[in-house]
T-cell receptor, first 113, second 113 residues
């Protein structure tokens, strides 16, 4: 298995809803990342998990809450989002060997209404 | 911090050659990556350079000069399907998560018949 799987692929949620994005990989990668990407912009880093511990939080608002239950799974819990949070949310993973770049998931297209 | 610059847009003709430049400034350079991203899709890995010189992979080649903080991606025999955004990304060993990438703004390439 050489993939990063993200679900759902599309999500529409209201500003009062609570939802979660899921990311899964079975490549034994021990670093996992959440990125946010707006149209025609590069991916912006949100969170980094290394060995299931949060190592970087790029000043992300608390309405985004990451969770790493085990080495294969990464969640992003969403609550009270704003319309400007609508974006493509990308998950990526890497092994600890520095010779490798990211393997990206296909992303979740989030629309907040 | 890191500063990564690449042109915003480029246009080229089918069958031609195009070179996309990327300049960067980083304190602990540890590799440069090029990714291709079609609209609404996740980035896909194209190339990796950590030493000076040219890496060739089929129609795509990538060059790195660490002393100049400069890289380029060369696309030969352009095809219509090469119309996409091309992201330059740099890895810096001085950050807390050693494999984390920082992306440039991306270059949107349009291939015309």
């Amino acid at each position: 298995d050489t993939e990063v799987t993200q679900t759902p692929k599309h999500l529409v949620m209201g500003m009062t809803n609570k939802k979660s994005l899921k990311c899964e990989q079975h490549m034994g990668h021990r670093a996992m990342y959440w990125y946010k990407q707006k149209a025609k912009k590069p991916p912006e880093l949100m969170f980094v998990y290394s060995y299931e511990k949060l190592s970087i939080n790029e000043s992300v608002p608390s309405r985004f809450s990451p969770e790493c239950p085990n080495s294969s799974l990464l969640n992003l819990h969403l609550h009270a989002l704003q319309p400007e949070d609508s974006a493509l949310y990308l998950c990526a993973s890497t092994p600890t060997d520095s010779s490798y770049g990211y393997t990206f998931g296909s992303g979740t297209r989030l629309t907040v209404v | 911090g890191q500063n990564i610059d690449q042109p915003t847009e480029m246009t080229a003709t089918e069958g031609a050659i195009v070179q996309i430049n990327c300049t960067y400034q980083t304190s602990g350079f540890n590799g440069l990556f090029w990714y291709q991203q079609h609209a609404g899709e996740a980035p896909t890995f194209l190339s990796y350079n950590v030493l000076d010189g040219l890496e060739e992979k089929g129609r795509f080649s990538s060059f790195l000069s660490r002393s100049k903080g400069y890289s380029y991606l060369l696309l030969k025999e352009l095809q219509m399907k090469d119309s996409a955004s091309y992201l330059c990304a740099v890895r810096d060993r001085s950050n807390n998560a050693g494999n984390m990438l920082t992306f440039g703004g991306g270059t949107r390439l349009m291939v015309k018949p």
